[in-house]
């Protein structure tokens, strides 16, 4: 089709905004998503795949591409936004709670034969030392000689 090929070659960039609730009052602030022109995109619209372009966007996001879903985890890690108005604005509830439960450090303590705890997710996990002992839930890990 004459449109989807002359919209891949001359497509830039696209800009959509949403103006979410402020989490402190006054006015709206503005959740964007933007795709913008690269050679799999065009490609993309050119073959007439628009339904691959919001995974596009997702894999665009270092070269400077942005999904509403990223931006409002944005704004929400921000403290502008709610999180009941971040999923509010979602183009998918789902995968906006599912990206920030896997963004939330893990929390496990650890007791050692020293009885000491430790936290893992509060130093880095290359630097984290397991001792032998017992889950928080009873379990035992570890080997003992």
């Not at 009052?25 to 490609?43: I, M, N």
């Not at 996001?61 to 931006?71: C, R």
């Not at 893992?120 to 000689?145: E, L, N, Q, V, Y």
């Amino acid at each position: 089709m004459q449109v989807l090929l002359d919209l891949s070659q001359d497509l830039k960039a696209v800009i959509s905004q949403r103006l979410v609730r402020n989490a402190k009052g006054g006015r709206r602030v503005p959740a964007v998503e933007l795709l913008l022109q690269t050679t799999y995109v065009s490609d993309l619209i050119r073959a007439g795949e628009i339904d691959l372009l919001k995974e596009a966007m997702k894999q665009g996001v270092d070269g400077g591409m942005m999904t509403f879903e990223e931006s409002l985890i944005r704004l929400f890690d921000a403290g502008q936004i709610e999180w009941d108005d971040a999923l509010d604005n979602a183009d998918s509830r789902s995968e906006l709670a599912l990206r920030r439960r896997l963004a939330e450090p893990l929390a496990v303590t650890l007791e050692g034969d020293d009885g000491m705890a430790m936290e893992p997710s509060s130093r880095s996990m290359a630097d984290a030392k397991f001792p032998h002992g017992t889950w928080t839930d009873g379990r035992t890990h570890g080997h003992r000689i």
